[in-house]
C-alpha cells in the first residue's frame, strides 16, 4: 500500500543518535521508501543536556540536508519537527512558543523518561492543550509504569493527547516487555497512528517486519490507520477520540 507517512524518525546527519552522516540519511530515506512511505517527518531530538539542539540549529541543519536531497526525486517528502523531552526546561519553551512542532503547528512530538514516566502529567498536558497544542506521546510501549498499568495511558488519551507506536516495537525489537506492551496497547485500540523511529537503515528493516506482522494480524485496514489517516489527523490536530 503507498502512501504511508512516517512522523518520527531520526535522519537529519549529526545532530543526535540517529544518523551520523550524509550517506546513513540517504540510505535510511531510500530504505523507508522502499517500505512504502512518501512522506517523512524527521524528528531530531530536542533534550537539554544530552542533545542540546535548538530549533534554529535544527532548522539550518535540516535545510543543508534538503540541499543535497533535493538533486533525487525518488525519495520521500522530507519535512523537519523535533521529539521533545519533557522536562521542566522544554515545558516552558513549548509554552512560550519555542519548539519546534509538526507541520502545521497544531501538534507536538513528546518523549519522557522510560523508568520514571510520570503517573500526574495530566495538568501540564492540559496546559500544552490550552496553549494550541495537540500532545503526542513518542513510544509509549517503552515506558515501563504502562507494563503494568496501560490505564495511565487512558487517562492521558482522554485528557487530549495521542499516543504514536513504534511499529517495530511490535517483533520484539526493544526487549520482550515492550513488545508485549505494544501489542497490549494495540488490542486496546490506543494508538493514533505509528512510526519507524528510525535512525539507522537496521531500524527501518525492524519497521518492515513490523508492518508484515500488522498485516497478518490486523489486515490492510489497520496499516492505513496507523501509518495513512492516523498521521494525517495528527497533522491536522486531530485525535479521533469523542
Not at 515501563?144 to 511499529?167: F, N, Q, S, T, Y
Not at 496507523?226 to 497533522?235: D, E, H, K, Y
Request: hydrophobic fraction near 40%.
Amino acid at each position: 500500500m503507498p502512501g504511508f507517512i512516517d512522523l518520527h524518525c531520526h535522519c537529519v546527519p549529526g545532530v543526535d543518535d540517529g544518523a551520523r552522516n550524509l550517506a546513513e540519511s540517504i540510505a535510511t530515506l531510500k530504505a523507508l521508501r522502499d517500505l512504502g512511505f512518501e512522506r517523512i517527518v524527521t524528528t531530531p531530538h530536542i533534550r537539554p543536556g544530552m542533545f542540546d539542539n535548538s530549533p534554529a540549529g535544527l532548522r539550518a541543519a535540516f535545510d543543508e540536508l534538503m540541499l543535497t536531497l533535493s538533486l533525487d526525486a525518488s525519495l520521500p517528502v522530507l519535512e523537519l519537527s523535533a521529539e521533545h523531552f519533557f522536562d521542566d526546561v522544554v515545558f516552558r519553551a513549548l509554552m512560550e512558543g519555542n519548539g519546534l512542532p509538526y507541520p502545521g503547528g497544531r501538534s507536538v512530538l513528546l518523549e519522557f523518561y522510560t523508568s520514571d514516566f510520570p503517573f500526574t502529567i495530566d495538568h501540564r498536558l492540559a496546559d500544552l492543550r490550552r496553549q494550541g497544542y495537540f500532545p503526542i506521546i513518542a513510544h509509549p510501549e517503552r515506558y515501563e509504569p504502562l507494563w503494568k498499568h496501560p490505564e495511565i495511558l487512558e487517562r492521558l488519551l482522554d485528557v487530549g493527547c495521542a499516543a504514536l507506536l513504534d511499529a517495530a516495537a511490535l517483533v520484539g525489537r526493544y526487549g520482550k516487555r515492550p513488545q508485549q506492551c505494544a501489542r497490549d496497547l494495540l488490542e486496546r485500540e490506543l494508538y493514533l497512528a505509528a512510526c519507524s523511529d528510525a535512525h539507522r537503515v537496521t531500524d527501518v528493516q525492524a519497521t518492515g517486519l513490523g508492518l508484515d506482522w500488522l498485516r497478518r494480524e490486523y489486515g490492510e485496514d489497520e496499516l492505513q490507520s496507523l501509518f495513512i489517516s492516523g498521521p494525517q489527523a495528527i497533522l491536522l490536530g486531530q485525535s479521533g477520540r469523542a
